[in-house]
């Protein structure tokens, strides 16, 4: 009875009690183990795994690694940690490579056991001169504010689901029915099995998307929010692929990172919850249209785990791609209501959310995805061109961008300012061809044929939903039935349809490509015709609701064969193509950022065009003829060096850190500016003026107007929440209507 009535109070009392315990363990001082030695090792001679210290013990914790080293040439070592008397698991790290241009590791391992025979391993390939030196360890706090964060997490999920389920019993609030939870939530488990081993499946885009992450959380280390420019990519030079590649998702695990979880536990978080908030926003958004909650969490299903989206996120790796098909019913629900609601209704002046919440989504995960929807958009707009002149549904989708622009205004004003301003390579990148890279027939419904690009389809379910509809359409079985209704499904079939076709090899992409140089421009960006499948997947789903809905109506029987046929296909298809891929793709195991190394930036999209990327490393200042340094120190995207002209004539310094606008430099004395020019290898080049002597800090400023961008996102976010959020009740159940044949 106590626990019944006093739920709230006992676990609120249970989670001070454990916060308070960690609270003061966080408190306590960190030790730091200090070790004097050496070796010296024989050029010529390469060793797999000398130990450098060996007999270290060590309490369970997450701990900073710094050897001291000299070495001469770039990656000729690796650096990490071995202990074979842990647990399995134990021990995590994946260490660092040895750098020309750093004298000292700079790694976390995570040890869940404590030790005393921890040994400090280099593997060395035998070229260029190696010599190592003393070794520090630092306790860090980061094993007991991850542990922390796990424990308000579970804390905060448990008191949401006592409260909606207090306000339920007060009828305050309307909730799904049981079978949804669970069948939502089986979904979400299903989609993120992948997540659930000891791994990360070896795809071609995932360290790409990794260094993202790591590149986020660097940011907001180096002092920046919202990030702009990842300040260790590149070698420490900084990277504008924040700017160009929104990164409003991935702050999630920058977050976790920050919080003492390893890169792989925070990228397997984020697409769990990505896999759980796409199978709600899919049952929600299919549920409303066809307003029943079986054949929302049937289109949920299929479209959760359908095996495009599968093969996305895990396969290959496409982390924003994958996120952005979040988004894509939330869009898709809001074009739905725009024409085929009554525009004098009532709730049709909301119509707009779904629709801004779907395109900010898109605008700040996956640019191409939304290019692909804009097209989408335009075509169904067209289609409908006569709801267009419509006064209320042209102010709703006038106001649905208008949402999306403001809620990404902080994000496409620095995107816009570049792309503008800055002569980056991907603006030089139009050469590229797609065509031969489409996909055949047969491979729309099987999974991936070839190991030289992306040629994954949909899945025989939902073309086999396409070809039942097309029966139905035929066989003049649609006439009867609401008119508004079943000209919006025959539009999602026309464009699911149509979009399979794009994606095929016989689509004249060449010809597209050689009209002009923007339609060269826009084709060669795709890289892959498939990705028209991301919006034929939630097409033809959107055509499978329809025929259950039909089903429904007609014979029930029919209708409960329809599930069972798209359940079965779910197994058949998605799951076997996951679980294939989890036993034949390689995998690995990724713990530390400095494990991937600094260097990989993909196409390098985002670089100065003109910049060589080989002659990118770590590397000092290079003060120019007549110019002497007394002192240099560089962290992240700051430089602070007392430097001296000396001689007649201007003289610079070269910085390692790329040359991208919103660099300033000024004398930390008398706060004057100094000119900064495009220097060797587009790096940044402060010019010191005849006679200058004194100390010089140069630091990456966002421009002013960015700001206003983000002022104005933050005026659209406490707009929505203060005029939308609930005032009485909480109604996110999908009401069943009854219908009567005509």
């Known amino acids: 009875m106590f626990l019944r009535k006093n739920r709230f109070i006992f676990v609120f009392a249970v989670l001070m009690f454990l916060l308070a315990g960690l609270a003061i363990r966080i408190a306590l001082p960190n030790a730091v183990y200090q070790y004097e030695g050496g070796h010296v090792f024989t050029e010529g001679e390469a060793s797999d795994g000398t130990v450098v210290y060996e007999g270290i013990a060590l309490p369970p914790g997450v701990y900073h690694v710094a050897l001291d080293f000299t070495t001469d040439t770039d990656l000729a070592a690796l650096c990490t940690v071995r202990d074979g008397t842990v647990i399995r698991g134990g021990l995590r790290t994946n260490g660092e490579h040895l750098y020309a241009g750093n004298h000292q590791t700079d790694f976390h391992m995570w040890l869940y056991e404590g030790t005393e025979n921890m040994q400090i391993v280099v593997s060395y390939g035998g070229k260029g001169q190696l010599e190592t030196g003393g070794l520090t360890i630092r306790e860090t706090d980061q094993l007991w504010v991850s542990l922390m964060v796990v424990l308000l997490g579970v804390a905060a999920l448990t008191l949401s689901i006592l409260y909606f389920w207090e306000c339920a019993r007060a009828h305050r609030v309307e909730l799904p029915k049981k079978q949804v939870f669970f069948f939502v939530t089986l979904i979400g488990v299903l989609a993120s099995i992948p997540c659930l081993y000891d791994s990360l499946l070896g795809g071609a885009d995932l360290t790409y998307h990794l260094q993202r992450i790591e590149g986020c959380k660097d940011g907001i280390l180096s002092g920046q929010f919202p990030v702009r420019l990842e300040p260790e990519w590149v070698y420490g030079h900084g990277y504008a692929n924040a700017i160009f590649y929104c990164n409003a998702l991935l702050y999630l695990p920058a977050l976790l990172r920050l919080a003492g979880f390893t890169v792989m536990a925070s990228y397997q978080v984020y697409c769990v919850i990505l896999s759980f908030a796409t199978a709600w926003i899919a049952w929600y958004c299919f549920g409303k249209i066809f307003i029943d909650d079986n054949i929302g969490l049937v289109c949920s299903a299929l479209y959760t785990l359908s095996i495009f989206r599968e093969y996305k996120l895990y396969s290959c790796g496409a982390v924003g791609e994958g996120s952005a098909y979040t988004f894509l019913p939330l869009v898709l629900y809001g074009l739905y209501l725009a024409f085929t609601k009554d525009p004098k209704d009532k709730s049709y002046k909301t119509t707009w959310l779904p629709i801004a919440l779907g395109y900010a989504g898109l605008i700040q995960t996956h640019v191409l995805t939304c290019e692909i929807t804009a097209l989408v958009t335009i075509v169904i707009c067209l289609i409908y061109i006569r709801r267009i002149f419509v006064l209320n549904t042209f102010l709703e989708l006038a106001k649905g961008v208008a949402g999306a622009l403001g809620l990404s205004m902080w994000y496409l004003i620095p995107f816009l300012d570049y792309y503008i301003t800055q002569d980056v390579h991907i603006k030089h990148v139009?050469?590229?061809?797609?065509?031969?890279?489409?996909?055949?027939?047969?491979?729309?419904?099987?999974?991936?044929?070839?190991?030289?690009?992306?040629?994954?389809?949909?899945?025989?379910?939902?073309?086999?939903?396409?070809?039942?509809?097309?029966?139905?359409?035929?066989?003049?079985?649609?006439?009867?039935?609401?008119?508004?209704?079943?000209?919006?499904?025959?539009?999602?079939?026309?464009?699911?349809?149509?979009?399979?076709?794009?994606?095929?090899?016989?689509?004249?992409?060449?010809?597209?490509?050689?009209?002009?140089?923007?339609?060269?421009?826009?084709?060669?960006?795709?890289?892959?015709?498939?990705?028209?499948?991301?919006?034929?997947?939630?097409?033809?789903?959107?055509?499978?609701?329809?025929?259950?809905?039909?089903?429904?109506?007609?014979?029930?029987?029919?209708?409960?064969?329809?599930?069972?046929?798209?359940?079965?296909?779910?197994?058949?298809?998605?799951?076997?193509?996951?679980?294939?891929?989890?036993?034949?793709?390689?995998?690995?195991?990724?713990?530390?950022?400095?494990?991937?190394?600094?260097?990989?930036?993909?196409?390098?999209?985002?670089?100065?065009?003109?910049?060589?990327?080989?002659?990118?490393?770590?590397?000092?200042?290079?003060?120019?003829?007549?110019?002497?340094?007394?002192?240099?120190?560089?962290?992240?995207?700051?430089?602070?060096?007392?430097?001296?002209?000396?001689?007649?004539?201007?003289?610079?310094?070269?910085?390692?850190?790329?040359?991208?606008?919103?660099?300033?430099?000024?004398?930390?004395?008398?706060?004057?500016?100094?000119?900064?020019?495009?220097?060797?290898?587009?790096?940044?080049?402060?010019?010191?003026?005849?006679?200058?002597?004194?100390?010089?800090?140069?630091?990456?400023?966002?421009?002013?107007?960015?700001?206003?961008?983000?002022?104005?996102?933050?005026?659209?976010?406490?707009?929505?929440?203060?005029?939308?959020?609930?005032?009485?009740?909480?109604?996110?159940?999908?009401?069943?209507e009854k219908r009567v044949q005509q």
């Open 430 to 736: 139009s050469a590229r061809t797609i065509q031969e890279r489409g996909l055949y027939v047969t491979q729309l419904l099987t999974g991936r044929q070839s190991e030289s690009y992306d040629a994954i389809g949909i899945g025989p379910v939902l073309v086999l939903g396409l070809c039942v509809f097309l029966v139905i359409a035929a066989g003049g079985f649609l006439r009867g039935q609401r008119e508004k209704f079943v000209r919006f499904s025959v539009m999602s079939a026309i464009l699911g349809l149509g979009l399979m076709i794009m994606s095929l090899r016989f689509f004249p992409w060449d010809a597209i490509q050689n009209l002009n140089g923007l339609s060269a421009s826009l084709v060669s960006s795709l890289q892959f015709p498939n990705r028209f499948l991301g919006w034929g997947t939630a097409f033809l789903v959107a055509v499978y609701g329809f025929v259950l809905w039909y089903l429904r109506t007609w014979k029930k029987i029919l209708f409960r064969a329809g599930i069972a046929v798209a359940v079965a296909g779910i197994a058949v298809t998605g799951l076997y193509q996951v679980s294939v891929d989890m036993k034949e793709q390689d995998t690995f195991q990724l713990y530390n950022e400095e494990g991937m190394g600094f260097g990989y930036i993909s196409g390098a999209e985002y670089l100065i065009q003109g910049t060589d990327e080989s002659l990118l490393t770590f590397r000092g200042a290079g003060p120019g003829e007549g110019v002497s340094l007394n002192s240099y120190q560089k962290k992240y995207l700051q430089v602070d060096m007392s430097c001296v002209k000396e001689g007649s004539g201007a003289g610079y310094v070269d910085l390692p850190m790329l040359f991208y606008k919103g660099y300033r430099a000024f004398e930390k004395e008398t706060g004057a500016g100094l000119e900064l020019q495009d220097g060797w290898n587009h790096v940044v080049r402060v010019v010191l003026p005849e006679g200058f002597a004194g100390e010089v800090r140069v630091c990456f400023v966002s421009p002013f107007y960015w700001r206003i961008g983000e002022f104005v996102t933050l005026l659209v976010i406490v707009y929505m929440i203060v005029f939308f959020w609930p005032k009485k009740s909480i109604n996110t159940g999908v009401k069943y």
